[in-house]
């Protein structure tokens, strides 16, 4: 079953504003991980932060842990049309062989 | 680096037709891969864990004979939909893990494969 959700579903803003991104989980994790999907393309990585990590960054993208509420929040600051792309949240989960569980995902749509 | 090929990209065949996909990692070997199925604007949900030399763990509801998984390799995943239907048309992705980074690393991608069961 899906692990947690993301709001909001879409996101629709203009070049060079701030998206945010959140994601909420149900269970224990060792990390979150941040994925973008271009569409009907496979998924490509964009940052990790571990279950003992509160905020990480890269480039345009700022990704927040608080694990006592159980979410995770992205943020790309300075958008651009080529950001446009749904982007998911997964986390990693304890035992087995730490397969991802992947959120519902918010479709972002930047607009030149 | 870390590039995982997966074939065919797309298929499009007749109901009652097996298909088979292909997972590759094209340039480092992993142990385990994973496949998942995406229906249109929704997220992935994953359907089995691939490991190389056992039998593949699926998930609760994922029919196992329907969905053949082999993984005879240590670059080599395959998935076949028996007998497809058109309540199999989807988007299946396949993904997998580079056996030197161990668990926590990020999976790493292929591009899907549509399946359009006519």
């Known amino acids: 079953s899906q692990q947690g959700e993301e709001d909001p579903q879409a996101l629709s803003i203009q070049e060079g504003e701030n998206a945010t991104m959140n994601c909420s989980y149900k269970t224990s994790i060792n990390n979150l991980q941040w994925y973008r999907q271009n569409s009907g393309r496979g998924l490509v990585h964009l940052i990790l932060?571990?279950?003992?990590?509160r905020e990480k960054h890269s480039g345009r993208l700022r990704v927040t842990l608080d694990t006592s509420k159980k979410s995770s929040s992205l943020l790309i600051t300075a958008s651009r049309a080529a950001d446009t792309a749904s982007y998911f949240c997964?986390?990693?989960?304890?035992?087995?062989?730490?397969?991802?569980?992947f959120g519902a995902g918010t479709r972002l749509a930047v607009h030149p | 680096g870390a590039v995982v090929s997966q074939h065919p990209s797309r298929v499009i065949c007749k109901s009652g037709t097996s298909v088979k996909i292909e997972c590759r990692s094209l340039d480092f070997q992993a142990t385990t891969m994973f496949w998942y199925r995406q229906f249109p604007k929704q997220s992935l949900m994953l359907m089995a864990t691939?490991?190389?030399?056992?039998?593949?763990?699926?998930e609760q509801g994922v029919e196992k004979d329907k969905f053949l998984i082999n993984h005879a390799s240590l670059t080599l995943s395959t998935l076949t939909v028996t007998s497809a239907h058109p309540e199999d048309s989807s988007f299946y992705i396949c993904s997998a893990r580079d056996d030197r980074t161990g668990g926590v690393q990020p999976q790493h991608f292929g591009d899907g494969t549509r399946l359009s069961i006519l």
């Open positions: 932060i571990r279950s003992n990590e």
């Open positions: 997964a986390t990693a989960i304890s035992g087995g062989y730490n397969k991802l569980i």
């Open positions: 691939s490991n190389e030399g056992s039998k593949a763990t699926y």
